[in-house]
Nanobody
Framework: QVQLVESGGGLVQAGDSLRLSCVAS????????MGWFRQTPEKEREFVAA????????SYVDSVKGRFTISRDNAKNTMYLQKNSLKPEDTAVYYC?????????????????WGQGTQVTVSS
């Protein structure tokens, strides 16, 4: 089992930056590929970014490329999502997720473990 706890959400203005954190506990964190997803009341949960277990591979949805950076610190069992140049359309509940395997995935159903989510609201 892997338990995930997100933090760092909040209310910001367009153009601001925010860093989300996801702390993992349970089985070995460094063996799991990780990802960030987001969801609004109007949309299904969508992929944002993913990172392999070694951090050598990353992937982003096109709408956040160049603005968001995913990273991880395996020594601290923590994954991050640095979000710059935030836009109102980035408003959502952000979830971190962990796979059982090492390879990253953009597919929601490939992730076995989920955090409770953290709200990010970007005002215009």
């Amino acid at each position: 089992q892997v338990q995930l706890v997100e933090s760092g959400g909040g209310l910001v203005q367009a153009g601001d930056s925010l860093r989300l954190s996801c702390v993992a506990s349970g089985r070995t964190f460094s063996s799991n590929a990780m990802g960030w997803f987001r969801q609004t009341p109007e949309k299904e949960r969508e992929f944002v970014a993913a990172i392999s277990e070694s951090a050598l591979s990353t992937s982003y949805v096109d709408s956040v490329k160049g603005r968001f950076t995913i990273s991880r610190d395996n020594a601290k069992n923590t994954m991050y999502l640095q979000k710059n140049s935030l836009k109102p359309e980035d408003t959502a509940v952000y979830y971190c997720a962990a796979r059982r395997g090492r390879l990253l995935s953009r597919t929601r159903h490939d992730y076995a473990y989920w955090g409770q989510g953290t709200q990010v609201t970007v005002s215009s």
